[in-house]
C-alpha cells in the first residue's frame, strides 16, 4: 500500500538536504482512463443482450480495447493491458487498482494506510441450472500481484473472489495478500451446489489503497466450465506470445522517417512465447510479414524452422532486422510486422484460446522522438526538492527544427494542478559535468498545467501535453527557428517541490538517456531507475492548428443546449453526436477543466465549487464551438 502522501510532510521537514533523490511515485487519476474510455464501455455494454451466458466462460484479456468485454463483464473498473506485467499467461492481463472506471481515486481523501474496497470485476449472469456438485463446475485463473505498478502490503492488502448466492449477497470464497512470490500462480473453486442456478455470478475485487492507482493486482486466463479435472488442467494446452513485440528500433521507440538510417534498426527483434503445455512442443512453425501501411506494399515474409519449446517454458525467438525502404513519402510512415506461428498441439482448442498465436507491432515514424511506448505505469520526480530539474537526451542526425517539447504531467495531487515549472532546452550536456545555466538555450518558465496545449485523439487517454517551442523564451545565442544537430537535453525544471510527476515508462528501459541535477553536487547525473521519462521531441514542420493556438480558426457556431442549469453533480449536452472537447472556464475566463464528450452526451461537474461558469463546446470533426453558462450549485 502506497502510504508515500501521509507522511510526505513529515519526510520534508526531517530529511536533510543532502538526501534529495530521484523517486517514483503512483497516480493518483489513473492515465489510460477517463470519462471517455467510460462512455465507450457503457455504450457497448447497452448494446449487448441481457441473457444469461453458456459455459464455458473464458476470458484471457487478449484485445486491444483497455475496458474489459462488455458480453462478458458487467462493470469496467479494471484495466486491461500489456504493459504492468512482468510475467503473463497470454498476453494481456486485468489490472486492479484504487482507481474507478474513469481513473479517478474512489476517495482521495481515505486513510491511504487502510485497505477499502477498490477495484473490482463482475461476470455477467452465467447459466448454471441443471448442474449439481457433481458436475466439477470449477472457476480457474491466475494471478499476479504488482511488479510495474505500486505494490500491495501484507496483511490487509487483498485480492479476493466472490460468488453471488441466491438472496443476492456476495461471499468471499477465496482471498490473498501479499507475499513475496513475484510469478504468476494459478487458482481452482469449486462451483458449491448452493450457487449452482440460472444466474450465477462471480467478481474480483481488490482491497487497498484507495486514494490513486495503488496497491495493483493483475489477473489472466479465466475460465469457468463444468467437468473439469483440475489435476489434468493445472498445465493449459496453450502456446502463446507473453507480450507485444518491441520497437524495430535500437534506441527509439518512435522517430522521424527523415531522421532514420539503417543504422537505427536493432540487431534482432525479440519475443517472448509461453509454453504452459506439460509436455515439449516441438512442432512450432513461425512466421512475420512485413508490410509498408502508407503505400500497402509487402517488403519481406519470413518463415521460421520447426522449433523445439521445452514443457513450461518461455521462449525468445531473435528475428533479425530488415530493411526498410528510404524513399517512402508521407508526414507518417508506417512499418506493420504481423508476428504469428501454428502449432498443432493447440488442434481442437477455441478460437479464442489459437488467437494469441498472433500478434503486431506498427512501427510509426512520425514527426517526434520517444524511447517509451507511450504507456506510464508510474510517476518520476526528485523527492522533496524544490527547482529540480530533469532531462531526457536526445540526438540529430542532421539538423532539423525544434517544435515543440510533447510530454506526460501529472499532478501529485488534486490542489496542485497549479504547480509552477519551467520548459527548458539545454546544450553542451555531458554525463557530470556541471550545471550551468549559460547552457540553456531555451526555458518558458512560471508555467502551470493550464498553459501547456493537451492534445486530443489517441493520446489524450494518456494525459499527452504540447509545450510548442516560441521565440520570446530563445535564450544565450540561440536564435529562432530553434534548428538543432548533435545531442542536446529537453526537459523541465519543476519548481514547486512534490507536485508534479512526469510519466515513466517502465517497460522500455531506457535510463542510459534520462539525466537530473544532483543538487549538492550541481551536477548531471544519469537516472539510477530502470525506464524512461515521458518527455518527447517533436521536429520538422509547424505544428497541426488544433495543437497552437498562433493562428485563430474561424469556425461556425452552434447553440449549446444543457440541463439541468442550475446542477450540481451532472450536465447533459443535447443535439451532438460527434466527438467534441470539452472547455470548462471561470466567469473571468481562466480556463478550470477540460475533458472530450462521447456519444453519452454526460459532463461531471461535482468537483466544481459553487459558482457560475461559462462552458464551450468544440466540435472535434466540424471545428464548430457553441458557448452557454451554467450555475454549479452547493
Request: overall charge neutral.
Amino acid at each position: 500500500m502506497n502510504r508515500f502522501f501521509t507522511y510526505i510532510f513529515l519526510l520534508t521537514i526531517s530529511l536533510p538536504a543532502f538526501s534529495q533523490k530521484e523517486s517514483l511515485v503512483s497516480f493518483q487519476h489513473h492515465p489510460g482512463m477517463n470519462a471517455l474510455t467510460n462512455a465507450d464501455f457503457l455504450q457497448k455494454k447497452a448494446n449487448r443482450r441481457i441473457a444469461s451466458l453458456s459455459l464455458p466462460f473464458f476470458d484471457d484479456f487478449y484485445q486491444n480495447e483497455i475496458y474489459p468485454n462488455p458480453g462478458l463483464w458487467q462493470d469496467n473498473f479494471v484495466f486491461i493491458n500489456t504493459t504492468y506485467p512482468k510475467e503473463t499467461i497470454t498476453v494481456g492481463v486485468a489490472t486492479f487498482d484504487g482507481t474507478d472506471a474513469r481513473g479517478k481515486p474512489y476517495n482521495v481523501n481515505a486513510n491511504p494506510n487502510l485497505s477499502l474496497a477498490a477495484d473490482k470485476l463482475t461476470s455477467n449472469p452465467i447459466d448454471l441450472s441443471g448442474l449439481n456438485s457433481s458436475s466439477n463446475v470449477f472457476l480457474s485463473f491466475y494471478y499476479l500481484q504488482s511488479d510495474f505498478g505500486e505494490t500491495p502490503r501484507a496483511p490487509n492488502d487483498l485480492l479476493t473472489v466472490q460468488f453471488l448466492d441466491t438472496s443476492g449477497n456476495w461471499n468471499i470464497v477465496w482471498q490473498k495478500t501479499a507475499d513475496a512470490v513475484l510469478n504468476m500462480r494459478q487458482v481452482f473453486l469449486k462451483v458449491d451446489s448452493i450457487y449452482l442456478n440460472g444466474n450465477f455470478q462471480f467478481r474480483f475485487q481488490s482491497f487497498g489503497n484507495v486514494t490513486g492507482a495503488n496497491d495493483i493486482w493483475h489477473v489472466d486466463y479465466v475460465k469457468l466450465d463444468k467437468n473439469r479435472d483440475t489435476a489434468a488442467e493445472r498445465n493449459i494446452k496453450e502456446m502463446a506470445y507473453e507480450f507485444l513485440p518491441p520497437s524495430m528500433l535500437k534506441n527509439y521507440y518512435v522517430m522521424p522517417y527523415n531522421q532514420f538510417d539503417s543504422t537505427d534498426l536493432a540487431d534482432t527483434v525479440r519475443l517472448l512465447v509461453r509454453n504452459n503445455f506439460i509436455n515439449a512442443t516441438t512442432d512450432i512453425v513461425d512466421f512475420y510479414d512485413a508490410t509498408v501501411v502508407n503505400t500497402a506494399t509487402n517488403i519481406v515474409s519470413f518463415n521460421g524452422p520447426s522449433r523445439d519449446f521445452g514443457p513450461l517454458s518461455v521462449n525468445e525467438i531473435k528475428y533479425p532486422k530488415f530493411n526498410i525502404p528510404t524513399d517512402i513519402i508521407g508526414d507518417t510512415v508506417t512499418i506493420k510486422v504481423d508476428y504469428f506461428y501454428n502449432v498443432s498441439a493447440e488442434a481442437g482448442e477455441p478460437a479464442k484460446v489459437q488467437a494469441n498465436n498472433a500478434v503486431t507491432h506498427n512501427q510509426v515514424f512520425s514527426n517526434f522522438f520517444a524511447y517509451d511506448d507511450g504507456t506510464p505505469e508510474r510517476g518520476y520526480w526528485l523527492q522533496d526538492e524544490s527547482d529540480y530539474v530533469m532531462a531526457v537526451k536526445y540526438w540529430l542526425r542532421k539538423p532539423d527544427t525544434i517544435q515543440a517539447v510533447k510530454l506526460q504531467l501529472f499532478p501529485v495531487r488534486a490542489d496542485n494542478a497549479l504547480a509552477r515549472f519551467s520548459i527548458c532546452i539545454w546544450k553542451n550536456f555531458t554525463l557530470r559535468s556541471v550545471y550551468n545555466a549559460a547552457d540553456m538555450i531555451y526555458q518558458q518558465s512560471n508555467l502551470k498545467l493550464s498553459d501547456l496545449i493537451a492534445e486530443y485523439g489517441v493520446d489524450t487517454l494518456n494525459g499527452y501535453y504540447y509545450a510548442p517551442i516560441k521565440p520570446q523564451f530563445v535564450k544565450n545565442g540561440a536564435s529562432f527557428p530553434l534548428i538543432l544537430s548533435d545531442s542536446f537535453a529537453i526537459g523541465l525544471i519543476v519548481e514547486t517541490p512534490n507536485s508534479l510527476t512526469v510519466g515513466f515508462d517502465r517497460n522500455n528501459n531506457k535510463s542510459f538517456y534520462n539525466y537530473f541535477v544532483e543538487k549538492e553536487k550541481n551536477k548531471w547525473s544519469r537516472s539510477t531507475l530502470p525506464g524512461t521519462m515521458i518527455i518527447n521531441l517533436v521536429t520538422g514542420k509547424s505544428l497541426p492548428g488544433y495543437l497552437t493556438p498562433v493562428k485563430e480558426i474561424k469556425t461556425p457556431k452552434y447553440e449549446v443546449k444543457i440541463f439541468p442549469n442550475p446542477t450540481r453533480d451532472q450536465l447533459f449536452v443535447e443535439g451532438i453526436t460527434e466527438k467534441s472537447l470539452i472547455e470548462i472556464f471561470s466567469i473571468n475566463g481562466s480556463l478550470i477543466q477540460q475533458s472530450q464528450l462521447s456519444q453519452s452526451n454526460y459532463i461531471s461537474v461535482n468537483e466544481l465549487p459553487a459558482a457560475t461558469y461559462v462552458i464551450k463546446i468544440t466540435n472535434l470533426m466540424t471545428n464548430q464551438t457553441g458557448t452557454s453558462k451554467f450555475i454549479k450549485s452547493e
